[in-house]
């Protein structure tokens, strides 16, 4: 290749880059600039997990599943969910479903398996799975009684805040190391030393892989209104470049760094 061509193409991309501002670069020379940040209003679109279309037949047989299991027909659910399976084997969603369904019917072996196909086609993420597969396997290992998972998740939504502080407290009083509580715990204390404890504590009960994500999320954010501002953005930093950065952690921690810096 021409020498001349290769110094202008090396002109160019250092043009390209001082074009944007280096927000973090990480150990291993990748860098993050202010053109990353763009186009972040999007939501994360869960169903997008199949390289081909899902067949419209597919996506009935899970609607019916799902109506199914609103009004508690568990049986006639799990058995939509698996006809929607064999006409679109690689899609996430009704092997999500079918894996609830069993966790509602206490048949936790099934409910992991499933969670864990999920999490084998859709590697990066896709709702709790992630967080859902760690817990029913420690509970089927006997670290936390069988049922706490779904306790735990039963009332993250349509409670007020108030009810949602007591129960998660409880729930880490009877099991200090249950990170998806600490977590939850984190975004709901109003006072700076509460907070900064939980997300420690739930940073050091060997949390999953996306609970994880999110205490560091919440603790970049304390760190940088403490006035530690390189900190907070070395950790965002480093979920939004790690190769293996779950799809919504990777979203949020972009839109997080956004947030900050624009608030200078």
């Given at each position: 290749m021409n020498k001349?061509?290769?110094f202008i193409a090396l002109l160019a991309f250092h043009g390209a880059i001082m074009a944007s501002d280096i927000i973090f670069t990480s150990k291993d020379g990748q860098v993050l600039t202010t053109q990353d940040l763009e186009d972040l209003d999007a939501s994360?679109?869960?169903?997008?997990?199949?390289?081909?279309?899902?067949?419209?037949?597919?996506?009935v047989l899970h609607q019916q599943g799902r109506q199914y299991g609103q009004t508690?027909?568990?049986d006639k659910a799990v058995a939509a969910f698996k006809d929607a399976i064999k006409i679109a084997?690689?899609?996430s969603y009704p092997y999500y479903d079918l894996a609830y369904t069993y966790m509602l019917s206490s048949d936790l072996q099934q409910a992991y398996q499933y969670y864990e196909k999920v999490n084998q086609l859709s590697p990066n993420g896709f709702f709790t799975a992630i967080t859902a597969a760690h817990y029913l396997q420690l509970e089927l290992n006997g670290k936390y009684p069988q049922g706490l998972y779904l306790y735990?998740?039963?009332?993250?939504?349509?409670?007020t805040p108030a009810q949602q502080l007591a129960l998660f407290a409880n729930i880490v009083k009877k099991f200090p190391d249950y990170?998806?509580?600490?977590?939850?715990?984190?975004?709901?204390y109003q006072d700076n030393a509460s907070k900064q404890d939980a997300i420690e504590r739930g940073l050091s009960s060997d949390p999953d892989k996306e609970t994880e994500g999110f205490l560091l999320i919440n603790k970049?954010?304390?760190?940088?209104?403490s006035g530690d501002k390189k900190q907070a953005l070395a950790l965002l930093g480093e979920l939004v470049l790690d190769p293996q950065?779950?799809?919504?952690?990777?979203?949020?921690?972009?839109?997080?760094?956004?947030m900050l810096v624009n608030s200078k």
């Open positions: 001349t061509f290769i994360v679109n869960w169903q997008i997990k199949s390289d081909k279309p899902i067949p419209p037949a597919a996506k508690g027909q568990n084997p690689q899609w735990y998740l039963s009332h993250e939504w349509d409670k990170a998806p509580a600490w977590q939850k715990l984190a975004d709901l970049s954010i304390m760190l940088y209104n950065s779950l799809t919504n952690i990777n979203l949020i921690a972009k839109k997080t760094i956004a």
